[in-house]
């Protein structure tokens, strides 16, 4: 394999593109997010991949496309625990399959007739048509017909040998229109999982994926250290979830390790405290630790316990059992991988050790989703539930997603009361705020609603 940076800024974490076949970074050109290096992996003829290179960085996120999918998946063991976010798009692990994959008779068909004529026929249907792919060409690979050979003769012979290998991936996204790999044996392959249907032909719009699949953290930070001051005044709806999760402490397995004042209890998120004064008011002796990724700590929390740090790769660093208690209260969602976490969290945690969460499922915040176009991709219930059962030490207490609605005169208000709050922190892109209230308030005589879905999780370590 090889591999080229198309944005290197010296950030900590990076955004790894495992490409297609007969590609090189050229296509990838322009391609930027902020607080992430990208690079781009490709030409499968030799699958060894050289990691050294990647290690670093604090955080790798993976975006796999077409028979990327595949090389993804054979190179996971080697990125190791850094990984977080994992994104398939256009692609299945069994890349050469006559149900999961691109049907074999046209895989060897491909081999057999390849020439500059077909690879040109073939980055067209690629391309979904004949204007995306005149831009493509401006772009387009510079790779011989002998080596596009070489490399698709080797991804058949790998590709039987590698079907299982490697973990889920976070989302698996399917191309509606791919004249690729069928889209069909697309949904086969995914069977089951959290896949997500977008109208979009074989090559997809890669800064459109990168910007809505992966956080920009250092804009998280910002917008809610800068909404610190009003943050209480304005998050009833954060209230009362800090609410009933202090609730579910009370059940007498969390209760007794609260009341332990021998035991570690660490809070992921602690923003203003809303969750932590709940839990010491209710159990003054608990020692409670605090990670938030807002440079300091909040009033009326002990700076002494308190860590500035992106939990999420913080987590991939605690030592195993260390933690008898973690609880965290609408933090997740702006983690590239919640699954992953929990997976590290139930490693940190001792046996019989509990995680008392809560995140948001897929209907959270829709309204402002459907206005501006843009929102964080969320799993529900059911699908947290299957995740949960494939972790070999997780024993599941409960997993319950509810939903609650706060009404605002008007969507003005229901806007500075994103801003005030730091949910707004999903974009940089200046956004009208007037044509974004017009769509989520179409009638101005209704009042503006904004649907919040809490999803709680329970879950013990297996003793």
């Known amino acids: 394999m090889r591999h080229a940076y198309v944005s290197r800024t010296g950030a900590p974490r990076l955004i790894l593109i495992f490409a297609g076949w007969g590609m090189d970074e050229r296509p990838f050109a322009g391609l930027v997010r902020a607080g992430y290096d990208i690079a781009v992996v490709w030409d499968y003829t030799d699958m060894t991949f050289r990691h050294e290179w990647t290690e670093g960085y604090g955080e790798v996120c993976v975006l796999a496309w077409s028979m990327g999918v595949m090389a993804a998946q054979l190179c996971h063991a080697q990125l190791g625990p850094r990984v977080t976010a994992r994104i398939a798009v256009a692609g299945t692990p069994r890349p050469v399959d006559d149900t999961a994959g691109i049907p ?85 392959a995914f069977e089951g999982m959290d896949t997500i249907e977008s109208d979009i032909p074989h090559l997809p719009d890669f800064q459109k994926i990168i910007d809505g699949f992966f956080i920009d953290k250092t804009l998280v930070a910002e917008r809610f250290s800068a909404a610190r001051p009003s943050y209480d005044d304005h998050a009833e709806p954060q209230k009362l979830i800090a609410d009933y999760l202090a609730g579910l402490l009370a059940d007498k397995d969390t209760r007794a390790i609260l009341d332990d004042a021998r035991a570690t209890v660490l809070e992921i998120g602690c923003g203003t405290g809303l969750l932590s004064r709940r839990v010491l008011d ?116 409960e997993v319950r997603q509810v939903e609650m609605q706060c009404r605002f005169a008007d969507a003005m208000h229901a806007l500075r009361h994103l801003s005030r709050t730091g949910v707004n922190a999903i974009t940089r892109t200046a956004a009208n705020a007037r044509a974004i209230a017009s769509r989520l308030q179409p009638d101005p005589a209704a009042p503006c609603t904004l649907t919040y879905a809490p999803l709680f999780i329970i879950i013990r370590k297996k003793p």
């Open 282 to 397: 209710m159990h003054p002796a608990a020692r409670l630790a605090y990670w938030d990724i807002a440079p300091y700590a909040p009033e009326g929390i002990d700076p002494a316990a308190y860590t500035a740090c992106d939990a999420e790769t913080h987590m991939a660093e605690t030592a195993a059992g260390a933690t008898d208690m973690i609880v965290s209260a609408s933090t997740m969602q702006w983690f590239n991988s919640p699954e992953r976490f929990v997976e590290r969290a139930l490693r940190s945690l001792r046996p019989g050790g509990m995680l008392v969460l809560s995140t948001f499922g897929r209907r959270n915040m829709h309204e402002t989703a459907s206005a501006s176009g843009v929102g964080l991709h969320l799993a529900d219930a059911a699908v947290w539930r299957e995740a949960i059962a494939a972790m070999p030490e997780a024993e599941p207490v």
């Open 104 to 188: 074999e008779a046209i895989f060897r068909a491909t081999l057999e007739g390849l020439s500059e004529q077909s690879v040109a026929r073939f980055m067209r249907r690629m391309c979904g048509g004949a204007g995306a792919f005149a831009v493509f060409s401006s772009r387009a690979p510079q790779r011989s017909v002998e080596s596009l050979r070489a490399e698709l003769k080797a991804i058949g012979e790998r590709a039987a040998s590698c079907a299982g290998t490697g973990p889920r991936f976070d989302h698996y996204i399917v191309a509606a229109r791919d004249a690729i790999f069928p889209p069909d044996n697309q949904r086969a």
